[in-house]
C-alpha cells in the first residue's frame, strides 16, 4: 500500500494563474507546465487611498496607429496581447503601425507591418523572438492555405529560395489585411495566396 508524500505538494490543476515573469498577465498553467496563453490580469477596483498617498499615473494610453490595426483584426489575438502592449518599444521613431495580427513563430506573438518593415514579436516566459525585414530588403511575400504559413523573402521567390522568416498565421482575412498594408507601403510586394 503506497502512502503519500507529505512533503510533495499536490499538482496544481490546469486554470489561469498570475503569469511568473509579468505581473500585469495571466498565463495559463496545462496542469504540467505554462502555456503560451496570456491574457490580461484583472485589475480590481481601486479602493479610497488614504489622504496623503500619492496618485499612481495612468496607464499609458494606447498608440493610435496600434489601437487602429487592432480594431482591424478578423481573427483571435490569443496570447498576443502582450507582444502588442511591447509594440511600440520595437518601433522606429515616426514608424507606423499599418496592420497587425495574431501569429505563431517559436510562439504565439504578433505579426505586424508598418510603414518601413513587417517584424514579428513573440515574448516568453523562457524565450524571445524578433524578426523583421525592412520593405527595401523585401522581395516577395508568401501565404499557404494549407499549412497557413505567411512567408517573407529577401530573394527572388523559386522553390529553393530560403525565407527570411515564416510565421504561422491561422486566419487568411488577417494575412489579406497584412498583405493589403504592405502594399500600401513603398515597395511592398504583393502576397500570393495558394
Known amino acids: 500500500m503506497s ?29 504540467h507546465r505554462w502555456t503560451f496563453y496570456t491574457a490580461d490580469r484583472p ?24 489601437a487602429a490595426a487592432l480594431r482591424n483584426v478578423r481573427g483571435v489575438l490569443v496570447g498576443s496581447m502582450k ?5 511600440p518599444g520595437y518601433l522606429r521613431p515616426e514608424e507606423q503601425v499599418l496592420a497587425l495580427t495574431s501569429a505563431q513563430g517559436e510562439g504565439q506573438g504578433v505579426l505586424a507591418c508598418t ?18 525585414v ?22 527572388k521567390f523559386i522553390k529553393r529560395a530560403v525565407p527570411a522568416f515564416t510565421v504561422r498565421v491561422n486566419n487568411l482575412d488577417d494575412a489579406n489585411s497584412i498583405a493589403y498594408a504592405a502594399q500600401s507601403a513603398a515597395a511592398a510586394p504583393r502576397l500570393d495566396v495558394v
Open 3 to 31: 502512502h503519500p508524500n507529505p512533503s510533495q505538494a499536490p499538482p496544481r490543476p490546469p486554470s489561469w494563474f498570475p503569469d511568473p515573469l509579468d505581473e500585469s498577465l495571466l498565463r495559463y498553467w496545462d496542469g
Open 43 to 66: 485589475v480590481p477596483a481601486p479602493s479610497a487611498p488614504p489622504r496623503q498617498a500619492p496618485q499612481p499615473s495612468p496607464a499609458p494610453a494606447a498608440r493610435p496607429d496600434i
Open 83 to 87: 507582444e502588442v502592449n511591447l509594440l
Open 115 to 132: 510603414n518601413r518593415r513587417l517584424l514579428f514579436l513573440f515574448v516568453g516566459v523562457v524565450r524571445r523572438q524578433f524578426l523583421e
Open 134 to 155: 525592412d520593405w527595401n530588403q523585401t522581395k516577395h511575400i508568401f501565404y499557404s492555405r494549407s499549412t497557413k504559413t505567411f512567408s517573407v523573402y529577401t530573394t
